[in-house]
């Protein structure tokens, strides 16, 4: 079965500390990646997206994901937090086999200590 | 500006009744979903249309229902039979991988 997980409910980090939000998929097709944030009561916004180019992702804000294979992973990081990251962080999985839906994580919560 | 609008924002709902939840795109997307969020629990499909005049089931759709009879809306019935649906309910649509979302609706029972 193809499936995502989000290793951390919450990590909790001190601004201008690293961020790392963990997510390991399952699947034995080669997927599609994402990472959305969403902040209290809105939509899901886009933070970067893997889609079999390069294996290291840069997306907005910083922030940044590596797709390792061998692992079965796509952790997010970043090297400085900063106090408006603080939110709910999706690892998102899209399978081509299955007309491209969408499979999500059960979430983290980042929170980002002064 | 080109977007996912849903509304209205809040909504509240009497037990017994059905209400309607809209989401309208101007993207020009083909796909849109439907999707339920409750804390802990990420979010999980309700339904999904591929085309217009054409929808199919997600993964909790029981007391659900929807019509795709234009591209840019994929409006959400949540029907008296759903029994608790207090939740957080969001609208995508996508093209290629990418999935674009609208801002939500919370809908209380009172």
Request: charged content about 20%.
């Amino acid at each position: 079965a193809q499936s995502v997980t989000q290793l951390d409910s919450h990590v909790s980090v001190s601004e201008g500390t690293p961020v790392l939000l963990r997510c390991n998929y399952s699947s034995s097709y080669s997927p599609s990646l994402f990472w959305y944030v969403q902040h209290p009561n809105k939509g899901l916004q886009l933070l970067l997206k893997y889609t079999s180019a390069a294996t290291l992702v840069k997306g907005i804000n910083g922030f940044e994901a590596e797709f390792k294979k061998s692992e079965t992973s796509f952790h997010l990081t970043k090297p400085s937090a900063h106090m408006s990251d603080a939110a709910e962080y999706f690892c998102v999985v899209s399978f081509y086999n299955q007309g491209g839906k969408l499979i999500f994580g059960q979430g983290t919560e980042l929170s980002v200590k002064p | 500006d080109g977007g996912i609008t849903q509304s209205p924002k809040y909504l509240f709902r009497k037990e017994g009744q059905n209400v309607t939840l809209s989401c309208e795109q101007n993207l020009n997307h083909d796909a849109m979903y439907w999707y339920r969020q409750d804390p802990g629990q990420g979010l999980r499909l309700i339904y999904y249309s591929q085309i217009v005049n054409d929808f199919q089931k997600g993964d909790i759709a029981e007391g659900y229902s929807v019509s795709r009879e234009k591209k840019e809306s994929f409006p959400l019935t949540v029907t008296s039979a759903q029994k608790n649906p207090t939740a957080f309910y969001l609208c995508a649509s996508k093209v290629g991988t990418e999935a674009f979302f609208g801002q939500g609706t919370r809908l209380t029972v009172v």
